[in-house]
């Protein structure tokens, strides 16, 4: 689940105190909210990282529409939400996100891949 980490001190993390407090509000989770600010991820890999921020994004993006349009957004359960994170964070999720990204560089901006590899 994503966490809100809301820094005393704005939205600079820059004391091994503000690090500490954000670590702890990410707790188990991959992802934490900072308000008024943006996103941080969490993973044991890069390619995690890229599946978690693609689904964090794709999920905005999608409640903005929503939010959009006037509709309510519809509310998944827990053991939803647990059943999509083992979903996509599982390895076969992990790499068709990582694979998916990979394709798009390489359509887009080729060079890129030499800073990777």
């Known amino acids: 689940m994503l966490q809100e980490w809301d820094p005393e001190s704005g939205v600079h993390i820059a004391t091994i105190e503000a690090g500490d407090s954000l670590a702890e509000a990410l707790g188990d989770g991959y992802a934490a909210l900072i308000r008024s600010h943006g996103m941080v991820t969490a993973g044991d890999c890069v390619q995690q990282l890229v599946s978690v921020s693609n689904s964090l ?3 905005a993006e999608a409640l903005y529409m929503v939010l959009q349009i006037g509709a309510t957004p ?11 994170k083992t979903a996509s964070l599982g390895a076969i999720g ?3 996100s990582w694979n998916y990204k990979l394709k798009n560089l390489k359509e887009t901006d ?3 891949l030499d800073l990777i590899y």
């Open 94 to 96: 992990i790499e068709r």
């Open 57 to 59: 994004i794709s999920s």
């Open 74 to 84: 519809y509310r998944i359960t827990p053991d939803q939400a647990q059943k999509s």
């Open 110 to 112: 080729p060079d890129i």
